[in-house]
């Protein structure tokens, strides 16, 4: 069970780590008005996740909602 909780530990600080460079990721896109990010292939990171959500639909986004507030309650 020790395997699992260090597991589940990683998981979560991996996931917290990707939120935090996404969240960077969108604000230097706003601070640079579009031009190039020199660590990032592609200067549109509010466009891609704008795709992403748009793909997603009505339903998509009401999963995405019940899956945050799971992952506010741990």
Not at 9 to 21: F, G, I, M, Y
Not at 29 to 54: C, H, Q, R
Request: hydrophobic share 55%; no cysteine.
């Amino acid at each position: 069970m020790e395997m699992l909780a260090t597991i589940k530990k990683w998981a979560s600080e991996l996931a917290d780590v990707v939120v935090s460079v996404l969240a960077l990721s969108i604000v230097l896109e706003l601070l640079m008005k579009g031009s190039a990010i020199p660590f990032l292939p592609t200067p549109s990171v509010i466009g891609n996740v704008t795709d992403v959500v748009n793909t997603l639909g009505g339903q998509g986004l009401v999963a995405i909602w019940v899956l945050y507030h799971v992952w506010k309650a741990k």
